[in-house]
């Protein structure tokens, strides 16, 4: 038998965002965002065709869900605010109707022992700023560190670990790049400026919380995606590799926590003359606000070769003029999200962090997996049991409790999600919570078998294993 001991005060708990939990109810007075715009015009993209506004209505529900989350261990938990709820417009009049819901759910969350961690934006553009360009302009980063300093001013007194972004490169990825949100283009140039402007964006907030004198800390939240070469005795995988981790991973984590951007990055942007515009305090900005605390999420990794396809430029420059994709033979993969479960990730992120990055202050933020059907796995209680899901959060925290040994900085663990929730382009199809939520019935919740394992690893700060 082994036992993993975690250390003391270690965060258990795990991850949601606004708009992915909390629906829209009549009169609510939340404003219009990119998702429920995309969702008007373009319904059947959504699977099964459920929008944003259903989710899993934890605007109405937060306090049984609050009570959930204590029943599953959680001694923390990250949301998000939701942008167009608080400034339906994205900036001017602020809605007093979320103000007070957002007060009510972190005072609920603090009563009941939930040390709440708020996130700013997570891929909920206002739609007003959407139509001026939305991280494309510059407009948008000020109506950013007004909502910023906004949210500091109101909860700041109470909540003490605050993140600008969750995974900033999604939106430059997604939305300007392969097609997944709104606006859905393919534009590195675009995909360079909105990338840039959101880099801006956390710089700003950071500079502006601390300003403010409060006393909890900043950071942001990224997911790494390790890039290994096909062979890493190959110098032309290496530098694909090298290459790869550049665009889709120290793009932000490098001006996040060392105030600069990649150098590689830098001259791909000059070689094709797609520099951002900026101004030259920005950089000064970046340079000087970095975050006190990074948030890691993990799913899966990235594996690259050499480029051996032709260059296609249909679309214009693209990341992968620069590498290819590797298909390792030895992959393992969650079917459901067709993403490749390799646990040792996590390891080689923090002991990167570790001896990269000055071992900042860290913890993984988002780990999960996704699984279409789980109504398959229903016991005679009405329980699912989800095993496969037990094993995949030990295995990562294998690895996790072995580079805090090694001197990690790896200060908790967050799994997406507590509830089942709304993902996206997916809607419900793929779940991942501790908890089930029943659609048909009204969103009833029900506690998974790794929602009571979760809680004795939580209580135990460990777990024991054969
Ligand atoms: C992360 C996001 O990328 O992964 C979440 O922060 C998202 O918002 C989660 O839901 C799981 O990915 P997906 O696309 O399967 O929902």
New binding site residues.
Partial sequence: MTTYQFPQGFWWGSAA?GL?TEGTIPGDGKGKNIWDHWYEIAPEKFFNGVGPEKTSQLYTKYKEDVQLMKETGHNSFRTSIQWSRLFPEGTGEINQQAVDFYNEYINELIANGIEPFINLY??DMPMPLQEKGGWLDRGTVEAYVHYAKTCFQLFGDRVKHWFTH??PI?PVEMGYLYQQHYPAEINLEHAVQVGFHEALSNALAVKAYREMGLDGEIGIIL?LTPSYPRDENDPKDVKASVIADAFFNRSFLDPAVKGEFPKELIEICKELEILPDYQEEDLKTIKANTVDVLGV?Y?QPRRVKAKETPIDHSNGPLPEDYFDYYDWPEKRINPY?GWEIYEKGIYDILINLRDNYGNIRCYIS?N?M?VEDEQRFLNAEGMIEDDYRIEFVTEHLKYVHQAIQEGANCLGYHM?TCMDNW??L?AYK?R?GFISVDLAEDGKRTIKKSGHWFKTVSEANGFTVE
Avoid: A, D, L, M
């Fill in positions: 965002s992915q997570h891929f969750n995974e999604v997911n999420n799913y999200r988002e999960g996704g997406w993902s996206w997916n793929n991942y």
